[in-house]
């Protein structure tokens, strides 16, 4: 069974905790070019090894000649979170459970103050300023450290500008209503496109943002208990 890290930012940490997220778009990598558009679908046979499990680009619906994109995630696979993250006396913490990235004058991570703090509440005799936290970034964390785990219940590809509303939903964007009780489809998608164009670096909005419609993986995925590698 294969156990594989995923990476997430804090909102989308936070979106997953909330039972809001289920579902993420990734790039494909590398993208088809302009002439195979069609999706002809994964590979599931082939005399060549390298291409089975690879999704296939080709020019029409018989293929003629075929590009390959080989999928990070599939089906089943157990993956762990990679996010934001500190350790204080051999405990691990998370941005996503923070308001601030401070903690008060003498405060601990784990919302206590140590015994050497004299005077708390209102001391003055220890620390006399806010103590910035120093987080970690999310691609340095440990499995060990890892809390939240996901098992992949399916994985497809889509154009980008394909998502619907409810779909946008999954992927932990806003839900905004109309007067009538009804979803605001536009709104709600509009929420998404904030949140994927902030994953882009912005050298490569014009490649990969949403304007620019790509190819990405649909990866579908629920939460799990954590899994051991067999």
């Known amino acids: 069974m294969p156990i594989k890290p995923i990476l997430f930012n804090t909102e989308m940490v936070r979106a997953i905790l909330d039972g809001r997220k289920s579902c993420t778009r990734r790039l494909v990598k590398p993208q088809p070019d302009e002439k195979h558009t069609y999706p002809l679908g994964f590979v599931t046979d082939s005399t060549e090894k390298k291409e089975v499990g690879c999704f296939g680009f080709g020019i029409g619906e018989y293929g003629g000649s075929i590009q390959y994109a080989k999928p990070q995630y599939h089906t089943d696979d157990v993956l762990y979170i990679r ?22 004058p003498c405060e601990t991570l784990s919302g206590g103050y140590p015994a050497s703090c004299r005077n708390h509440p209102g001391c003055d005799g220890c620390m006399a300023t806010s103590t910035r936290i120093h987080w970690h970034p999310s691609i340095h964390m ?5 809390r939240i785990w996901l098992r992949v219940t399916d994985v497809r590809v889509e154009r980008l500008q394909e998502i619907t509303a409810e779909s946008a939903l999954t992927e932990g964007a806003d839900k905004y209503i109309h007067a009538n009780g009804t979803l605001n489809e536009d709104q709600t998608i509009t929420s998404f496109i904030g949140i994927w164009n902030s994953t882009i670096k912005k050298s490569d909005i ?10 990405v993986w649909v990866i579908e995925f629920e939460r799990c208990e954590k899994q051991e590698e067999i």
């Open 142 to 146: 440990p499995k060990e450290a890892a």
């Open 206 to 215: 014009d490649r990969y943002g949403w304007d620019a419609n790509p190819w």
């Open 83 to 104: 996010e934001t993250w500190t350790e204080e006396c051999g405990k691990y913490y998370y941005r996503a459970d923070y308001d601030s990235d401070y903690l008060d």
